[in-house]
Structure formats: C-alpha cells, structure tokens
C-alpha cells in the first residue's frame, strides 16, 4: 500500500474494499502526530491501563510492548500501542517536565526550557524575526523584551562581546538605566563618538558627568561650584575641585572656596576671585603664613595698628598671640601722613616706635626719629651711645688701612708702633697716634 512521502499516511487504493479502515488508520495517525504533546519520555516500560489518545516518547532501552521502539511517539489508540518515528524538524511538548523539544535528526531531540527556545530558534536558522517577547510582550520599539531576574550572555570556547552599533555619528549607541522606566543613567555614544556618561533626576533634564574624547583619551567633567565641587569624595561632598571660570580652578572644602589658580598664573589662597600678585596669601583672623615646629615659627599677617599705620608683620616667635612679647620685623605705611613709612624690629616685652629696633634683650636700641643708637642702653643721649668697653680693629704698621679711605676720625688699634701699642686716628690723610698726634711709623 502507498504511503504519503512526509506523514506515511496510507493511501486509499482503486477499487479499494474496506475504504474506511485505510481512511480511518490515516486520521489516528494524524491525531497522534499533529501538535504533538507527550506525558513523558524517560519511562522504560509502558503504563499500566493508560488512556485513549495518551502519547509517549519512547526511553532507550524500553521493554515490554516499546521495546525496539526508542525515540519513537508511543500512541495508545483503539486498545493498542501505535508507533511513529521522528522525522527533521518535528516539534513536541514534554508535559512533566515543561519542556519544549526539536527533533535535530530522526530519534534524536534538542530540549528547550522556555527560556532557551531563543537558542533553539538560531539551531533552525530563523533569521529576521519580526520580534520576541521572553516573559513579556516585545513591541515595535523593543523588539527584544525579556523579563527575568538576570540576562546571561555568555562565552562559545573562548571570550565575548556586547556589541551595541550606531548608524552615524550623530546617532546614540549606549546603555540606558531606568527606575519604573524613566531614565537615571546613560553611558555611550551619545550624540558623537565620544564616550559619555549622563545622569538626571526624573528622566527630562540630564547632565553630562563624564566625557572621554575619543582621539586625546582627556576626561572632562562639569564645572561644578564650591559647595559641590565636581570632583568630590564618597564621605565628603563638599571638599574637592571645581572650575569657577575658564582657565581657572579652585579648591573647597567644607562647601567653602580656599584656593584659586587663575588664568594668568596667579595663586590666591583664601581670597576668592580677588588675587592681586602671584602669589596672594589672605587670613582675616590671624596669620597669613606660618611656618613652624615645636620650638619655632614664622608667621605673616596683616595689621592695622588704629593709628593710621597699616602693613605686614612678620612674627618669629612660637608664642602664638600678636603682642609686644614676639620678636617682630614689622613694615608699615602710614595713611595719616603722606610718604611716612617705616619699620620695626623688636623683640620682648619692651615696645617699640616707627623707625626703631630693639634688641633681643631689650637692652640695644635705635632711637626713633632721631638716629641715636644704644648699646647696653634703651635711651641712647648721642649718636653712639655704648653702656661698656669699645674696640677697634687691630692692624701692625705695615698692614694699617689708608687713612684718607678711612676717613678723618676713624680709630684702629696699632700693635707694634714704635714705642708700644697705641690706638690711632685719621686726620683724613695720615694715622697719628692719640697720645701725641705723632704720624705712626
């Protein structure tokens, strides 16, 4: 008897007796084949009373009525079993399991969970699917939608890529983040070549926090401001680096500009955009520069003494107050009265004027305003005023200085003059001894 080439459904002969029983053999093939849908495929004996229509695949080494028939559908139909082979491509539903299976050559299939069927439709070559929904529904926009706990893409043998390609330069390639699908982060290509990352607070206004030029490999970020510098800390916000105009940088911290190095190369510390020199130190509360250990310091300020002088001080002392009791170098202007400038050197409990130094001892004074200068004295009477022993500077005859360079009235001490050591003095032309004028020899 013929048989159909794909199915093997009888033909019903010419002048065929019995025609029914061909056509109706056909027919229970058919409900046994079509949609096909199996209880099981891993039992090796048949059931015990099974029902009517019920489907099997055969297990290997089956026995009983299934025995020779592995990887055959097992039909129980009309009180006896019926055998079909797979054939190429024959598609079936293992209901035990929830299983999905591709029959990949005769007697032998491909299982397939539901979420492996994408796979499965690649074995068969499905090319240029209008859409697949995994879980959910895939629509025109998405037409890959998969909803799962996790996305696993993983290797063949050897490494793997995610490969997210644009149509022009001016397209988008990137990945988008959402929270209840509106947008909070995207990294990419997004509008250039570049590589960027933006973020926004409700998926409408978006900030670039990071740009990566595709040729310099330079990374760019927002200027930022003070309290929030664009280049922070996890556990400190507000301390970092900012741009507060271009060419320009600044420091915060604690939400506070401290330092700025401005286009022109100038470096202010503590004086915002005001930066008058190339280096501008600023402190309103104390010194501007200090430098010390445990036992000494260096420190600048500013000072404004009430009396119209205003200037610097420089203080070298560790006692840490600004009073008379620091060794002090102070350089002050007097607004009060033009051109009257001065200074200050002074150390100790002892004060001192404009144009005056104190010693550290308190016991060396130039007199302010008048020129005089103490010695072992505070309130120095002459030009030269020396609370002790004075010494000159001791030559031999053949070695004393010129006389007229030296000047009338200069003193030396003579060791080997003839007649004894004697001090001497300049007429401005010649030494001569004091003790009778006499031109030393």
Known sequence: MSQTPNLSLPYIEAAQAQK?????????????????????????????????GVRYMVAASATGAWAGHAGEIAAWQDGAWAFYPLQEGWTLWVEDEDVFLISASAGLSVAMTTTQIIAALAIANL?????????????????LAVASAASLFTHSGAGHQHKINKNATSDTASTLFQSDFSGRAEMGLLGSDDFELKVSPDGAAWIVALRIDKTTAQSFFPAGIAAAPSISFQSDANTGVWQPAADTIALSTGGVERARLNASGQLGLGTGATIADQLHVRNTSGPAIRLSDDNTSFRMRHFDSGAGQ??????????????????QFRFFRN????????????????????????????????????????????????????NGPVRVGAFTVAGVPSASTSGAGAMIYVSNETGGAVLAYSDGANWRRVTDRAIIS
């Open 20 to 52: 029914h029983v061909t056509h109706n053999e056909a027919l229970r093939a058919i409900d046994a084949i079509m949609h096909i849908s199996v209880a099981d495929r891993d039992l090796l004996a048949p059931p015990f009373s099974p029902p009517d």
């Open 335 to 386: 607004v009060n009265t033009t051109g009257v400038c001065g200074f200050t050197i002074l150390r100790g409990n002892g004060t001192a004027s404009a144009n005056s130094f104190m010693s550290a001892n308190s016991d060396s004074y130039l007199n302010a305003g008048v020129g005089n200068v103490g010695i072992g004295k505070t309130t120095p009477t002459t030009r030269l005023d020396v």
């Open 310 to 327: 205003t200037g610097s001080i420089v203080d070298l002392d560790p006692t840490p107050a600004d009073g008379a009791s620091e060794s």
């Open 127 to 143: 090319d240029n699917l209008g859409r697949i929904g995994v879980a959910t529904s895939a629509d025109a926009v998405n037409k």
